[in-house]
């Protein structure tokens, strides 16, 4: 097995863990707070594995064009955790989780258009199964 499908195994293991630890830990505060909690210890995770790595060396390496979409990347990343966490507050986990997911399917349009990667029959209809899956979770 590829090591990026092996990462990406675990990121979907870890991922489908924080909606619902992050549901309990909402409980009595605010969504916002919570988020900073959150950020904050993702930090100092990160900043650990780069100075323990001693990637800060890479900087040099950084351009200009990387560094302004690593800030957008963080700018969008920012936003999406604020209304995932507003509506995890708020909403039913499984809802509000089926609905997030459904962004591969922007993810997917974004990387045909931008990326020019190859728009295949498996690729269309695995997005539109995402869609559907979505729309039977979430449909009252």
């Known amino acids: 097995m590829p090591t ?21 830990g909402l409980a009595g505060i605010s969504a916002d707070f919570g988020l900073g909690i959150r950020t904050t210890v993702i930090f100092v995770i990160i900043a650990s594995l780069n100075l323990a790595g001693e990637r800060l060396r890479e900087f040099s390496n950084l351009t200009a064009l990387q560094a302004i979409l690593l800030v957008a990347s963080g700018i969008t990343t920012s936003l999406s955790w604020v209304f995932y966490y507003r509506a995890m507050k708020d909403g039913l986990v499984s809802y509000v989780a089926a609905i997030d997911k459904a962004s591969i399917l922007i993810t997917l349009v974004l990387s045909f258009v931008l990326l020019k990667e ?19 979770l979430v449909w009252k």
């Open 118 to 136: 190859p728009v295949t029959l498996r690729v269309v209809l695995g997005g539109i199964l995402i869609l559907g899956g979505m729309l039977v």
């Open 4 to 24: 990026w499908i092996l990462y990406a195994i675990l990121a979907m293991f870890f991922a489908g863990i924080t909606s619902i630890l992050a549901k309990y």
